[in-house]
């Protein structure tokens, strides 16, 4: 059993920068591919990145590319999201996601999820 539990959320301005992560715990092989998505109220969750946790290939939503960069260590068995340039509509509940996912955009694939972490970003 693959268990997530996500930190490091939080109030920042616009403009500003914060780091997820997400400690797992749990067989490799249930978790080869490591997601985020997040979920804004009234709105279904998307897609923001993934990271194959063997070999780290990393992909990210369009909304997201070239501000946020995910990372993971595996010493550390823990999953980063770094987040910079941080806009209004990043605000959101993050969650952390694993599984062996066909597609990586498609959170019905994901086997495990964390419950969550709050972002919010103030203008």
């Known amino acids: 059993q693959v268990q997530l539990v996500e930190s490091g959320g939080g109030l920042v301005q616009v403009g500003g920068s914060l780091r997820l992560s997400c400690s797992v715990s749990?067989?490799?092989?249930?978790?080869?591919?490591m997601g985020w998505f997040r979920q804004a109220p009234g709105k279904e969750r998307e897609y923001v990145a993934a990271?194959?946790?063997?070999?780290?290939?990393?992909h990210y939503s369009d909304s997201v590319k070239g501000r946020f960069t995910i990372s993971r260590d595996i010493a550390k068995n823990t999953v980063y999201l770094q987040m910079n340039s941080l806009k209004p509509e990043d605000t959101a509940v993050y969650y952390c996601?694993?599984?062996?996912?066909?597609?990586?955009?498609?959170?019905?694939?994901?086997?495990?999820w964390g419950r969550g972490t709050q972002v919010t970003v103030s203008s």
């Open positions: 990271i194959t946790w063997s070999v780290g290939s990393t």
């Open positions: 749990g067989p490799t092989f249930s978790r080869q591919v």
């Open positions: 996601a694993a599984g062996t996912p066909t597609s990586v955009l498609d959170t019905s694939l994901y086997d495990f």
